[in-house]
């Protein structure tokens, strides 16, 4: 290196230190340290014991964790596919010229910049199986039934059905697909017209130019949509939290997050909190690589 490009290499780094201190101590050393409490037992109060993979063992027998993973991929396995395809739709729709356009796009996207607490509560409003404004638009649809039916048909609790608990943390997911729905509609507005015109003089209708030219094109952008939905629903955390804290009955609605924050800050068990995180961020990067591997042969690149 000469003595310009070494003046210039401190430079920068005297630039970027700031940024370069800050990931040291909020991003690196909190993943080290973690990684060490993992293998240790650890209360926060005192100091750490070393026990190798006992942590890990513990999980194995633990059936309270496996239920918390169930009900995480359950709700991963319903919530990431329904969020796609209804974003994806509706970002079709926007994209459409019609009256009145930007006006829909931002009611669309308006849920997702609300604080995920705000969101939480209301929906706590909407799902309480006593004066919920669900059961309440449904109690006149049940007499109705029940008159001419002769059934003795009640409004559901929501948040207490064992039934009905992961259905509805998937419904209350849903409402934020805002921003997903911006990301698809950017990458719509970038598929060429004349493909569709193509394709609409050769007699395609609208569903084989949604399927054969819009799906294909935009296809990287579902791609990264699915990785970003596999994340966000592995850490899916603060509206069971606050709707089902104690994951309602019979641990129906009790997230891995959920019980991996009550391990580290209700039961000072920071230690298995802390293998609970690298289990979730091993789980993580299998179903990264599964999709990645599923969806290779699937994905049109423009430039390719």
């Known amino acids: 290196m000469t003595r310009k490009t070494r003046r210039d290499t401190l430079t920068a780094l005297l630039f970027i230190s700031p940024w370069l201190v800050g990931l ?10 973690s990684l060490y409490y993992s ?42 596919p329904l969020g796609l395809v209804l974003s994806f739709l509706v970002a079709v729709l926007l994209n459409q010229t019609a009256r009145g356009r930007s006006v829909f796009r931002t009611l669309f996207f308006l849920p997702s910049i609300v604080p995920l607490v705000a969101v939480a509560m209301i929906w706590m409003y909407v799902f309480n199986g006593g004066f919920g ?36 943390l998937i419904l209350a997911g849903l409402w ?3 921003g997903t729905v911006v990301i698809f509609l950017a990458s719509l507005q970038d598929v060429p017209r004349s493909l569709y ?12 130019r949604l399927w054969h030219i819009t799906v294909p094109l935009v296809s990287p952008v579902i791609y990264f949509n699915l990785i970003i939905g596999i994340i966000n629903a592995l850490q899916f955390f603060v509206t069971p939290f606050i709707l089902m804290p104690d994951g309602a009955t019979d641990r129906s609605a009790l997230m891995y997050t959920v019980y991996l924050y009550d391990n580290a ?19 993580i990067v299998v179903l990264t ?4 591997k599923l969806s290779r042969r699937h994905i049109y690149y423009a430039g390719a």
């Open 24 to 33: 040291a101590a909020f991003t690196l050393y909190p993943l080290a340290a």
């Open 39 to 80: 293998f240790t037992d650890f209360d926060v109060l005192s100091e750490p014991v070393w026990i190798g993979m006992g942590n890990y063992a513990d999980m194995a027998g633990d059936a309270v964790f496996w239920k918390s993973l169930y009900n995480t991929l359950f709700y991963a396995a319903f919530a990431i």
């Open 133 to 168: 404004l669900l059961n309440h638009a449904l109690g006149p649809v049940l007499i109705a039934v029940n008159a001419v039916l002769g059934t003795d048909l009640r409004p559901p609790n929501w948040m207490a059905d064992p039934y009905l608990t992961k259905p509805t």
């Open 176 to 178: 934020q697909i805002g």
């Open 197 to 208: 015109e193509s394709a609409e003089l050769d007699g395609a209708g609208p569903a084989r």
């Open 265 to 283: 800050f209700r039961y000072n068990q920071m230690g298995y909190a802390s293998a609970m995180a690298w289990v979730m961020f091993l789980l």
């Open 289 to 292: 690589w599964l999709a990645t």
